[in-house]
């Protein structure tokens, strides 16, 4: 069994302004910075979720490098971490659940190469 801390922001999913569109492996990212690969959890019209070995700043702009499930490199995004969450598996293995906003490119341009890459034709908006 896996357990996962409270958020450190406790209404998380109470503030979603839009729908998360999970991933499902369809695409995954490589951190720059941190030279680290990590796993995209969903993606939204705002920005995306993804599980990282790392624990990324508040506040701090990361450049990913963005792939589809054939390892193909497709495009690059900067986003800024906005909160995060621990995981810690049955093992004792710990990971970092990491939500980022979009910065560049940003609103649906983000969007639509992140829907590419995943395949996923329906639009994530809410009205």
């Known amino acids: 069994m ?32 941190h030279s680290e690969d990590v796993v995209i959890h969903d993606v939204s019209l705002g920005g995306f979720l993804i599980e990282s070995r790392t624990l990324f700043r508040p506040n701090a702009l990361h450049q990913f490098r963005v792939a589809a499930s054939d390892g193909q490199w497709k495009t690059m995004l900067t986003a800024m971490s906005l909160h995060h969450r621990t995981k810690v ?3 004792g293995k710990t990971t970092h659940l990491v939500g980022l906003a979009f910065v560049e490119p940003i609103g649906e341009d983000a ?13 994530v908006v809410s009205y």
Request: with cysteine; hydrophobic share 25%.
């Open 2 to 33: 896996t357990t996962v801390t409270p958020h450190t922001h406790p209404k998380g999913d109470d503030r979603r302004r839009t729908r998360r569109v999970p991933v499902h492996g369809r695409a995954f990212a490589h951190v720059l910075e």
């Open 89 to 91: 598996a049955e093992d």
């Open 111 to 123: 969007l639509k190469c992140l829907k590419t890459l995943v395949g996923h034709d329906t639009s």
